[in-house]
Antibody, heavy 121, light 106 residues
Framework: QITLKESGPTLVKPTQTLTLTCTFS??????????MGWVRQPPGKALEWLAL???????RYSPSLKSRLTITKDASKNQVVLTVTNMDPIDTATYYC?????????????WGQGTLVTVPS | SYELTQPPSVSVSPGQTASITCSGD??????ACWYQQKPGQHPVLVIY???KRPSGIPERFSGSNSGNTATLTISGTQAMDEADYYC?????????FGGGTKLTVL
């Protein structure tokens, strides 16, 4: 059974760096053709794809946010970390981590519950 | 940057067929997937690789992808299918979501 859970601050001040951790179970990020990603959703708005890290440590980022995002993994701890620098009120959103595999063309088949991060103006 | 366009809303009567479109340049040349999201919940994958259903997704959900348009079809729509639906594809090795479509069953 695959489970994922996001953790991190619920409130971040403008210009600060956000660090979110996804702790997962039920699979290994060392297994070939497995990946983990991050997606966010501002209140009442659409999903936004942020980043993906593959089992082999290859990484992909949203072009519009690439300069501000870093995704890393610690397979031994079953964790994936996303950092977002220079936070702004427009970054207020629910942040989700999700599991992906090559066999499903890197769609996200398991999701965490999400964590709401607020950046006050 | 690559964009996917969805209609903001679609309405359907119970028992009828709902079709939700997703348009993008040469989208048919890429794989598309679809997610269902109900209020307060995380998204759920309902279609991947254009036409495939994950385990546990009802057969009434189907997908197609050709030309510039991917389509999610829900046959025999039920009240429980009322939700937001998002398409997603890949461009230049990064993911892209559509703007979402609110499906109303009335």
């Amino acid at each position: 059974q695959i489970t994922l859970k996001e953790s991190g601050p619920t409130l971040v001040k403008p210009t600060q760096t956000l660090t979110l951790t996804c702790t997962f179970s039920g699979f290994s990020l060392s297994t070939s053709a497995v990946a983990m990603g991050w997606v966010r959703q501002p209140p009442g708005k659409a999903l936004e794809w942020l980043a993906l890290i593959y089992w082999n440590d290859d990484k992909r980022y949203s072009p519009s946010l690439k300069s501000r995002l870093t995704i890393t993994k610690d397979a031994s701890k079953n964790q994936v970390v996303l950092t977002v620098t220079n936070m702004d009120p427009i970054d207020t959103a629910t942040y989700y981590c999700a599991h992906s595999m090559g066999s499903i063309s890197w769609s996200f088949d398991y999701w965490g519950q999400g964590t709401l991060v607020t950046v006050p103006s | 940057s690559y964009e996917l366009t969805q209609p903001p809303s679609v309405s359907v009567s119970p028992g009828q067929t709902a079709s939700i479109t997703c348009s993008g340049d040469n989208l048919g040349g890429k794989y598309a997937c679809w997610y269902q999201q109900k209020p307060g919940q995380h998204p759920v994958l309902v279609i991947y690789q254009d036409t495939k259903r994950p385990s546990g997704i009802p057969e009434r959900f189907s997908g197609s992808n050709s030309g510039n348009t991917a389509t999610l079809t829900i046959s025999g729509t039920q009240a429980m299918d009322e939700a937001d639906y998002y398409c997603q594809t890949w461009d230049s090795s990064t993911g892209v979501f559509g703007g979402g479509t609110k499906l109303t069953v009335l």
